[in-house]
């Protein structure tokens, strides 16, 4: 099923940005579409404040073990996967995985922007392709508690 999605730049000349929502209640982040990546990972409150996801918040949030990211320019992204409720573009998933992004190098200049990686290495299933969708990352039986 396509999905449209509107975009929004936050910054002249940055990547676009689309609003998506997690949680149960929802709450709204803002992640850049990046489709050369294939990470999903949303900033964490805890670690960049105002406009960032919070667990506590959210009554369908499972956390699990700590994770590191490095990407191709250096720059890297840590925190503790999560599998919680996500809708983007009025396509709405149950605990899909994502890295909650406790601290970033090099910090953002942009507060609470996360990131939307849109690369899919699997066929058309729906839920591997809702997984890759989000995270771009083969399930793991156990992975998350």
Do not use: H, M
């Not at 970033?104 to 729906?126: E, H, W």
């Amino acid at each position: 099923a396509a999905v449209e999605l509107p975009l929004s730049q936050k910054e002249p000349g940055s990547l676009f940005a689309a609003q998506v929502s997690v949680g149960t209640p929802p709450q709204r982040l803002w992640l850049r579409v990046d489709s050369a990546s294939q990470w999903t990972y949303i900033p964490d409150a805890q670690g960049f404040g105002a406009g960032g996801f919070s667990s506590d918040n959210s009554s369908s949030a499972k956390l699990g073990e700590e994770k590191s990211i490095t990407f191709v320019d250096g720059s890297s992204i840590s925190g503790v996967l999560l599998r919680d409720d996500v809708e983007i573009g009025g396509l709405r998933a149950a605990l899909v995985p994502l890295l909650l992004a406790r601290n970033a190098t090099p910090r953002p200049s942009v507060k609470a922007v996360g990131l939307l990686g849109l690369i899919c290495f699997q066929g058309t299933d729906f839920r591997a392709a809702t997984w890759n969708l989000f995270s771009g990352d083969a399930p793991q039986e156990g992975l998350l508690q």
